[in-house]
């Protein structure tokens, strides 16, 4: 079974674009979940997505948003880039309801300059 | 405000031996909790979970203690391999949510 994909692995932008970052959930998953993992810090929180609707998201700021497919795969959009955007960005995907073990993706790593 | 803590960023053990990971939390709301374990340069893998309704949660060498009342969790690994070293997170949930811990590094040596 295949499991959590990513794309791209690796994105590099300047300061002030946009990026988009691409998430397919395992087969038969229907949330997806979005993290940031800065250098040197944990895990954060950005967003969950279940059945297409936005359920949760962390503190950041409206500049992060995202959408959810009717295939449940998920984009996560960055507007005005800034450097401290720069980091590892983690999709993970999980039965429906929230409080099921989420499945991790590889990551994409994004550069800002 | 942290309301996951892995208070201790680093842990070695001994091969065979018993390594305990330790996490505290302070939302009593949270009512999911999962380990992680990630290697360098890639995504955290789900080891073992725990609802707040039980206190413990076994699978193979891996298991979870829930103390509600301490707001504490652990993870014991018995016994301990070298395989089993990386970096460990715990999670907890609340509507989805997921709160993670700044992890620990468990080293076992051989």
């Known amino acids: 079974e295949a499991g959590v994909t990513q794309s791209p692995t690796h994105l590099i932008k300047t300061r002030g674009q946009q990026a988009t970052l691409r998430c397919s959930p395992i087969s038969g998953h229907t949330s997806v979940y979005w993290y940031q993992q800065a250098l040197g810090l944990g895990l954060q929180f950005l967003l969950w997505y279940d059945e297409g609707e936005e359920r949760n998201r962390g503190n950041f700021p409206p500049r992060f948003s995202g959408r959810q497919f009717p295939n449940y795969s998920s984009e996560l959009n960055v507007n005005a880039l800034e450097l401290e955007d720069s980091a590892l960005y983690l999709c993970?995907?999980?039965?429906?309801?929230?409080?099921?073990?989420?499945?991790f993706g590889p990551g994409t790593r994004l550069t800002v300059t | 405000d942290q309301q996951v803590k892995q208070n201790s960023p680093s842990l070695s053990v001994q091969e065979g031996r018993i390594s305990i990971l330790n996490c505290d939390y302070t939302n009593s709301m949270f009512d999911y909790f999962l380990w992680y374990k990630k290697y360098p340069a890639e995504g955290p893998t789900f080891l073992i979970s725990i609802s707040s309704i039980k206190d413990k949660n076994e699978d193979g060498r891996f298991t979870v203690f829930l103390n509600k009342s301490a707001k504490h969790l652990s993870l014991h690994i018995v016994p301990s391999q070298p395989g089993d070293s990386a970096v460990y997170f715990c999670?907890?949930?609340?509507?989805?949510?997921?709160?993670f811990g700044d992890g620990t590094t468990l080293t076992v040596k051989p």
């Open positions: 999670a907890a949930l609340n509507a989805g949510k997921s709160t």
């Open positions: 993970a995907s999980s039965l429906a309801g929230g409080n099921y073990e989420q499945y």
